[in-house]
């Protein structure tokens, strides 16, 4: 069974840092790539940041510079740094991995910044 853990989320002022963990259990973790995606209110989930089995990372345009993904294959986790925060990051964060045609979600964390 497929498990993903989501921690880390919290209420935090604007120019603030957090950082969010994602525990996983269920896969070869080190062969997959794993993803950060958010959902603002009201408005559809998106991908924020990837990084491949390799270790190589990708970011969306509005995050670079700011976010840093990264990985700990012993520990099955995938973290993500998130500094200089602004209010429009306000978002459920979610941890996703796709294996084969099945999308695996965690249940979220809410990140809320405030201005």
């Known amino acids: 069974q497929v498990r993903l853990v989501e921690s880390g989320g919290g209420l935090v002022q604007a120019g603030g840092s957090l950082r969010l963990s994602c525990v996983t259990s269920g896969i070869n973790f080190k062969i997959h790539t794993m993803n950060w995606y958010r959902q603002p209110p009201g408005k559809q989930r998106d991908l924020v940041a990837r990084?491949?089995?390799?270790?190589?990372?990708d970011y969306v345009d509005s995050v670079k510079g700011r976010f840093t993904i990264s990985r700990v294959n012993a520990w099955n986790t995938v973290r993500l740094q998130m500094n200089s925060l602004q209010p429009e990051d306000t978002a459920v964060y979610y941890c996703n991995v796709r294996w084969g045609p099945e999308d695996y979600w965690g249940k979220g964390t809410l990140v809320t910044v405030s201005s």
């Open positions: 990084i491949f089995s390799n270790g190589t990372t």
